[in-house]
């Protein structure tokens, strides 16, 4: 059974950058695609972006100019990293797995970050 | 404001059938991109349940069906049982904003 799991700092200070990483078990990490998705606090899920295990990255636009996705195979995980955050970043980081880039199967449990001083 | 649009709540009894809409528009759904479906309960992972408009994943229970036409698809859930208590979100692609788009969320209620 495949599993998700997001790790970083739950605090982060205005105009910093919020960085996670998500660890994969119980299965590889090539051949997909891997998501992070975001839901803040009473509002919609809100899709990130995503990286195949080659390297190659889709984006949100809206979020494009300071997101960065990251692969690393050899240790199973992939990390996002959101320069600049304010408060409207605070939010649930979730990963997820997407077999098809369209849509994802597996997903983490999430990882509250919240951007304060 | 979310993309695509869902009821914000919907209840049923037990063993009751519900469905749940979700409205998009001409530059998602309505322009053929498939409709995904996931369930959520808060602090948990969510859970995929449908994926290109009507597909089971193994293990999802075939109470569980998905339906797309025109701009709109839905979630129908026969056979209501407690453990069905959960938000329910679908998501699609959107050719405008160019990238994954999601529905607000419908929260079930079990009566």
């Known amino acids: 059974q495949v599993q998700l799991q997001e790790s970083g700092p739950g605090l982060v200070k205005p105009s910093e950058t919020l960085s996670l990483t998500c660890t994969v078990s119980?299965?590889?990490?090539?051949?997909?695609?891997w998501s992070w998705i975001r839901q803040p606090p009473g509002k919609a899920l809100d899709w990130i972006g995503h990286?195949?295990?080659?390297?190659?990255?889709k984006y949100n636009p809206s979020l494009k100019s300071r997101v960065t996705i990251s692969v690393d195979t050899s240790k199973n995980q992939f990390s996002l990293k959101l320069s600049s955050v304010t408060a409207a970043d605070t939010a649930v980081y979730y990963c997820?797995?997407?077999?098809?880039?369209?849509?994802?199967?597996?997903w983490g449990q999430g990882a509250l970050v919240t951007v304060s001083s | 404001q979310s993309v695509l649009t869902q009821p914000p709540s919907v209840s049923g009894a037990p063993g009751q059938r519900v469905t749940i809409s979700c409205t998009g528009s001409?530059?998602?759904?309505?322009?053929?991109?498939?409709v995904h479906w996931y369930q959520h309960l808060p602090g948990t992972a969510p859970k995929f349940l449908i994926f290109?408009?009507?597909n089971r994943p193994s293990g999802v229970p075939d109470r569980f069906s998905g339906s797309k036409s025109g701009t709109s698809a839905s979630l129908a859930i026969t056979g209501l049982q407690a453990e069905d208590e959960a938000d329910y979100y679908c998501?699609?692609?959107?050719?405008?904003?160019?990238?994954?788009?999601f529905g607000g969320g419908t929260k079930l209620t079990v009566l």
């Open positions: 001409s530059s998602n759904i309505g322009a053929g991109y498939d």
């Open positions: 290109d408009n009507s």
């Open positions: 990286i195949y295990y080659s390297g190659s990255t």
């Open positions: 998501q699609s692609y959107d050719s405008r904003l160019i990238g994954w788009v």
């Open positions: 119980g299965g590889s990490i090539t051949y997909y695609y």
């Open positions: 997820a797995r997407s077999p098809s880039s369209t849509w994802a199967d597996y």
